[in-house]
């Protein structure tokens, strides 16, 4: 369980799949270390729902309640099971180390439960099947809460054994990823086309610089569900054009670097104000060693000089927030790094910094490429953390238009310059 | 309103700073944009609660419902505000836009609301109160969702007008974050002392080489709440030494950027799998270019050998993930930087790239300083975003023990090597 404090991250891989079996994912919630609040979470889940996933407080600690929380909504009661406790023990033995007494906790399995095996982590998962709450039938899944811990646990383990007990209802589901468009001038150019519809369902999120249009379509078969989401998505494609970066999920960062590597290309960065984010975000990729070389986080004036070949008194003259060291730093990334393209940003993060000239938000993107050199101003609204993001975003689409626009598969049509 | 797929984040910062005023968040729900799923959520969270914070939902397009759902459920109507309207037609020129027409949505207000304006994007906020679902009466505050849009909006309008409301009961919370010890032997040590106590609340999360110990306390007064903490908290450090990096909430790149500051030191990184992450975090702090001088993106052998001088022949005989490198690239990056200290990463991010020797998470992490350089070895286990976030947690705390381990004020004692 995720005390009301903490992030989730868990619950957006687990709606995808199980949409993916049509099943949907109608609430969530999220308690608190709390024996009492989990047990009434569990029965409320169980009162509405046929399928209940639980995940986290499965671990060592005496705050990690989720096994007596359940066996309490289900007035079930707890079994210790020695060879859980024994295999932890060989488990920490491999690692060389002791096991700790309070790790014994996660050996407790809940009467009539299956057992979940772990191969990440210590503590084991558990699946339980109960007919006393609904007419249905609901099946209840008890996973850790470590992602890495729940993905493996729940996509080998649980996903096919979820599968076998289905009707077979189909939810699909297409993405669109938008870069370069605000979310209301968006939504008037493609409102009179999704309006038409209730299913496919359509949801717009907005990120910095980074849109995503969403279509679930609900069908007895696939081919069905496929069909009326490409209705729905055609002419919509159609309008948005190579404003579209991906039609599959791909974030920007993959799809430029399917780019790169279909045009046997190589890239470098320059960073300045985003620190290293946008070198962290490229090489986020697997395999994105087969074409990013790496780069230059000269995050002071002597490193643009002494790294990048920056005049000194180009700094003096314009300043490191400019035009002209956008340029000459994305040009020096290349010649240094010997790299095909390479993408510089210079801007002011803030919150401190910024003069009327120079307000906070403002940053140069150059983009050094064989035929030259480009570099674009942008004026970003919002806080340090979410400058840094749409400068990184706006990079990479820089890079995208210049090696052909495309997302993959449909639509997209030419290159473009920002 | 988060569709269930989409990660929340906006409700850390309501949770802590509710906390903070003495109010408890006993429950979160995450429901998609669906008007009666979104309606049957006000009216349960009504039934369960004194205060109710919506976010997300207010934006111009036809998914966002918010505004008739929380009307439906109030059985309230929604009126059209010509003065927002011509406010956000004025908004959009001054950005030299022009309004889409769809931004009229955000002109409607429950009958009976306060209007919030929103000084960071489009779409105002409501203030709501309730009198006829309990007995006490109830707020319903409507927030934008854009994190920065909500943030503002909470805390200028919503929380001074809610303390003015509230009795003067506190919650008081302290938390401690420790780095480089496991979860459960951490809990072993720990548990004899926060065992004791039902008052404070003792909550541990784990991270990618990050723990977070928080104690919460529930007093008639600040003084009392504070003397609580106090008296679980002072053992525990006592315990923990100067395994504890914080004391305060401060993130480790920040206590190791105050610790560079007092030191009068400056910092350059040399980054090969995690691409640019420990910089990125590194900058993620406001002020870090009075310490950050900026680094070096080595992703490919060349670079590494032309940027840092690692000798190719080095590269050959041990490979890019081994000790003499990771000393190599800090010690190049300190001179080549002209830093005080350098803190340079190599290692096996995965999925791929791993062999029986040097398996995937194998990792080196050097820092070179004017003492000199050491490097230690580690062997992380997880997805490659886990491995990353393991060894820039790690370096970050390599330079934090050299430069006097402290988080600030209690418990922590000298300077040790990892």
Redesign the interface.
Known sequence: ML???????N??DL??QLNDVGVE?????????HLE?LEG?VRLALSRSQIVILSGGL?????DLTREAVAAALGRKLIYHPEIAEALEQRFARLH?K?????KRQAFVIEGAEILPNE?G?APGQWIEVSSFNAAGAVIMMLPG?P?ELKAMFERQCLPRLCRMLPPQVIRVRELHVAGM????L??LI?PV??KYGNP??????GAGDIQI?FCARCATADEAEALLSEVSGPIEALLGDRIYSHNGDSIEQVVGKLLLAAGATLS?A?S????????????V????EY?????????N??KT??LGVPPEMLAEHGAVSKPVAEAMAEGARR???STFALAITGIA???GGTDTKPVGLTYIGLAGPQGTEVVERQF??????I?QFASQVALDLLRRKLGAGGSGAGATGAGSA
């Open positions: 005390t009301p404090e903490r992030i989730d991250t619950s957006l709606t995808r994912v109608v609430a969530k919630y999220v308690v608190g270390d609040r979470v671990g060592p600690t005496e705050d180390r096991m700790a007494e309070v790790n990440r210590t470590p890495h605000g979310e209301s001038d939504d008037q409102a999704y309006k369902a359509t949801t717009i999120l907005a969403r960065v960073e104000c985003t620190g290293g984010l946008l070198g962290e975000r490229l090489t986020g697997a395999g994105s060693s990013f070389l790496g780069g230059f986080i000269t995050y002071s002597a490193l002494e790294l240094r790094s010997g803030g919150p401190g609204l919002g806080d340090r953390a979410r840094r």
